[in-house]
């Protein structure tokens, strides 16, 4: 990466694929990072930046660089993989750190242990500029995007002419709403939404704590 393109990333600031660190932490916490910009777009994760932009540099870079190939292989799962470039930049160096957007999500972060056959681990995306922990119906999504996901069957029958009747007047729905108003169970009714999320139909909103659906219109971006 070049002066230039960095600039650029410093300039457009934090959001859903540009994350600011004025220095290394914990590889705990750097893998919350990694494992949300896998799970969501992708993203950059500059250290050496601070959160208003200025440039404060790191130092010992190539100490700093090992703790974000440790957090990116032992500390999620699957691991993940990085492209990490040291730039410099105003006399300073900053740690450039890319991941790709994965094709083997959902990556969950695992806790300190490291004992990857015992521990479930936690989901993270990118919400805004912000990693947060994903919902059960981000999960569930995430899981239905893989590569290897089974093709998708889409099937328009009377539940799902229903729920487009009630999202016509009330614009959202959530999974419980949806499983009262056809009368099936919760993980049903979340099966059924999600099917309609990667068939495009729906957008699934989870920037509240209550995850809720919405039919797509022309303006619309589908999380992925």
Excluded at 172 to 177: L, Q, S, W
Excluded at 184 to 213: C, D, K
Aim: with cysteine; hydrophobic share 40%.
């Amino acid at each position: 990466m070049n002066r230039q393109r960095l600039r650029q990333l410093i300039s457009d600031g934090e959001g859903v694929r540009i994350e600011f660190k004025r220095r290394f932490t914990s590889p705990e916490k750097i893998a919350k990072e990694l494992c949300a910009f896998a799970n969501t777009k992708g993203g950059y994760l500059l250290f050496g930046i601070d959160d208003d932009g200025s440039i404060v540099g790191v130092e010992s870079e190539k100490e700093q660089i090992e703790l974000v190939r440790q957090a990116a292989e032992f500390y999620i799962e699957p691991s993940v993989n990085v492209t990490i470039e040291v730039v410099e930049i105003e006399w300073k160096d900053v740690v450039v750190v890319y991941v790709e957007a994965s094709a083997d999500r959902p990556h969950r972060v695992i806790d300190e242990r490291g004992n990857k056959r015992h521990v479930t681990g936690t989901v993270y995306i990118r919400t805004q500029a912000e990693s947060v922990q994903a919902s059960r119906e981000m999960v569930r999504l995430l899981r239905e995007q893989r590569s290897d996901a089974p093709p998708l069957r889409l099937y328009i029958g009377d539940r799902e002419r229903r729920l487009f009747t009630y999202l016509e007047k009330h614009h959202r729905i959530t999974v419980a709403e949806f499983a009262r108003l056809v009368n099936i169970s919760r993980r049903r009714a979340l099966q059924l939404l999600i099917r309609l999320v990667r068939a495009q139909v729906l957008v699934l909103h989870s920037e509240t704590p209550t995850n809720y659906f919405t039919l797509v219109d022309n303006g619309d971006n589908i999380e992925s």
